[in-house]
């Protein structure tokens, strides 16, 4: 079946470090990948995605690459700010062949806190 | 503002005292959903809905209602709710195949 494992948290880091969250995935089909953000006491929000391999989802200066070939999609930022602490959470969805409808998959998301 | 809308924003019930929680979306979207979040659980999803009149069941039903009478809103119902459904719930929306959900700020419901 599909599913989204992505590293435990918490993940601390001084402000101006480089982010990297893992993200590995299975599914059995061809599937978009996404990734949200949670900030404390708010719903998530998409940050990014990819909808085939090699796509590379970028926004507010993460970014993400879809390998196909390691099944990933890790979350990276070459600079952290304090601004960024959150939660993220990686998701999957892929169509589902008996429903018009794809079903989403979420990671159990990762903790960063940004200390400055 | 393109959003989803859901209140309460926090509701604290008894046992057993139906309640509905409201979700409302602007974008036109053709399909959402409601998802509950609970510590060490993640996110997980309790109904979903592809059009008007469309639903079905998610992962964690049991105990929940919805109906999608209108595209635009699509409410959360707990007939008799128990302290077992305290969480955080949100509902979301999004245009179609291959797009990423629009989420609601959440709910916070407390079942005492």
């Known amino acids: 079946g599909n599913s989204v494992t992505q590293m435990e948290g918490p993940v601390t880091l001084s402000e101006e470090a480089f982010l990297t969250i893992n993200c590995t995935y299975t599914a059995t089909g061809y599937p978009s990948l996404f990734w949200y953000v949670q900030y404390p006491g708010e719903g998530l929000q998409l940050l990014l995605k990819a909808t085939k391999a090699d796509d590379k989802g970028s926004n507010k200066g993460f970014e993400a690459t879809y390998r196909k070939e390691t099944t990933s999609f890790h979350l990276e930022k070459g600079s952290v700010q304090v601004s960024d602490s959150a939660v993220y959470f990686c998701a999957l969805s892929d169509l589902n062949l008996g429903y018009n409808f794809n079903k989403f998959y979420f990671g159990s998301g990762t903790k960063l806190n940004v200390k400055p | 503002e393109a959003q989803v809308t859901q209140n309460p924003r926090y509701l604290i019930t008894v046992t057993g005292k139906k309640l509905t929680v409201t979700c409302s979306q602007n974008m036109n979207h053709e399909y959402m959903s409601w998802y509950r979040q609970d510590p060490g659980l993640g996110l997980r999803q309790i109904y979903y809905s592809m059009n008007v009149e469309v639903t079905d069941k998610g992962d964690v039903p049991e105990g929940y209602k919805v109906s999608r009478k209108e595209k635009r809103n699509f409410p959360l119902i707990l007939e008799s709710p128990s302290p077992n459904q305290t969480s955080l719930y949100f509902c979301?929306?999004?245009?179609?195949?291959?797009?990423?959900?629009?989420f609601g700020s959440g709910t916070r419901l407390t079942v005492v």
């Open positions: 979301a929306s999004r245009p179609g195949q291959g797009f990423g959900y629009t």
